[in-house]
T-cell receptor
Framework: AQSVSQHNHHVILSEAASLELGCNYSYGGTVNLFWYVQYPGQHLQLLLKYFSGDPLVKGIKGFEAEFIKSKFSFNLRKPSVQWSDTAEYFCAVSRTGSASKIIFGSGTRLSIRP | NAGVMQNPRHLVRRRGQEARLRCSPMKGHSHVYWYRQLPEEGLKFMVYLQKENIIDESGMPKERFSAEFPKEGPSILRIQQVVRGDSAAYFC?????????????FGDGTRLSIL
């Protein structure tokens, strides 16, 4: 079955701390991988995506993620978080090729203490 | 530069009524996706449509739910005879074409509350 697991339901950090949010997926075949962010009261925005090539992907706002195929993982990282990073973060996967549905993880709520 | 437009933003219905949720994709996008987000959960895929065609409805409940994307006008997600369990946020996304390399862009969602 296709699924995405996000290990942390709620993460609380202080400003300037480093961040790593875990994501593992189960999906047959080659995949596209995504991290989306949902700020309070707003719609989902794409943080970064992996389609092919360099497994280390850089996104907006200083975020990056590394695709480790052998571990079926796509963890999100940021070296120094800011209060404005408070949001819900969703890891997601879709199959490559023609357009298709996205399978989302359950999300990780990130709270940053000022 | 309008993004994906969903209306209404909030919809309140009583049990047994019908709910209609609308989604206008981004300009130039011909593919629409509907997702549902229950409280404290991630988004769950419901249905994928192109103009006048349903491509994948594997996530749609078998009864009471239907979706369309007519040649003219927005995509409509219709829920008949709503029940309390239908309370959720419903998000629409659109993409320009049929290639998975083209990310889906999301609307602000419709929050449906069933009294």
């Amino acid at each position: 079955a296709q699924s995405v697991s996000q290990h942390n339901h709620h993460v609380i950090l202080s400003e300037a701390a480093s961040l790593e949010l875990g994501c593992n997926y189960s999906y047959g075949g080659t995949v596209n991988l995504f991290w989306y962010v949902q700020y309070p009261g707003q719609h989902l925005q794409l943080l970064l995506k992996y389609f092919s090539g360099d497994p280390l992907v850089k996104g907006i706002k200083g975020f990056e993620a590394e695709f480790i195929k052998s571990k079926f993982s796509f963890n999100l990282r940021k070296p120094s978080v800011q209060w404005s990073d408070t949001a819900e973060y969703f890891c997601a996967v879709s199959r490559t090729g023609s357009a298709s549905k996205i399978i989302f993880g359950s999300g990780t709520r990130l709270s940053i203490r000022p | 530069n309008a993004g994906v437009m969903q209306n209404p933003r909030h919809l309140v219905r009583r049990r047994g009524q019908e709910a209609r949720l609308r989604c206008s994709p981004m300009k130039g996008h011909s593919h629409v996706y509907w997702y549902r987000q229950l409280p404290e959960e991630g988004l769950k895929f419901m249905v994928y449509l192109q103009k006048e065609n349903i491509i994948d409805e594997s996530g749609m409940p078998k009864e009471r739910f239907s979706a369309e994307f007519p040649k003219e006008g927005p995509s409509i997600l219709r829920i008949q005879q709503v029940v309390r369990g239908d309370s959720a946020a419903y998000f629409c996304a659109s993409s320009p074409g049929g290639n998975s390399n083209q990310p889906q862009h999301f609307g602000d969602g419709t929050r449906l509350s069933i009294l």
